[in-house]
Nanobody
Framework: QVQLAESGGGLAQAGGSLRLSCASSAGTFTTYTVGWFRQAPGKDLEFVVAITWSGATTDYADSVKGRFTISRDNAKSTVYLQMNSLKPEDTAVYYC???????????????WGPGTQVTVSP
């Protein structure tokens, strides 16, 4: 079974950058789609973007389009989320999870990581 864990969160200033990592500690990582989601305080879980095992990506959420980039390194069993031009509204807990196909539906994901906090100051 795939086990995922996020890292790379922290505090950034508006306009800055962070790179999140989602690492798999077990399982056949290379066969899964990995998605990034985020949840801001008091708000619903929001889909950000996903990447298939072959590197194809879904559409990005409109709120991050042009600023965030997803990538994966199957040799390292890791998916990355490069976040540039950060805004205070990007403040959230960011989660990664796996799915058997490319989907934007949270209900179709499993093996959720514990999340990593991203805080963007004005």
């Amino acid at each position: 079974q795939v086990q995922l864990a996020e890292s790379g969160g922290g505090l950034a200033q508006a306009g800055g950058s962070l790179r999140l990592s989602c690492a798999s500690s077990a399982g056949t990582f290379t066969t899964y789609t990995v998605g990034w989601f985020r949840q801001a305080p008091g708000k619903d879980l929001e889909f950000v973007v996903a990447i298939t095992w072959s590197g194809a990506t879904t559409d990005y959420a409109d709120s991050v389009k042009g600023r965030f980039t997803i990538s994966r390194d199957n040799a390292k069993s890791t998916v990355y989320l490069q976040m540039n031009s950060l805004k205070p509204e990007d403040t959230a807990v960011y989660y990664c999870a796996s799915a058997p196909w490319a989907t934007m539906k949270a209900a179709e994901y499993k093996n959720w990581g514990p999340g990593t906090q991203v805080t963007v100051s004005p």
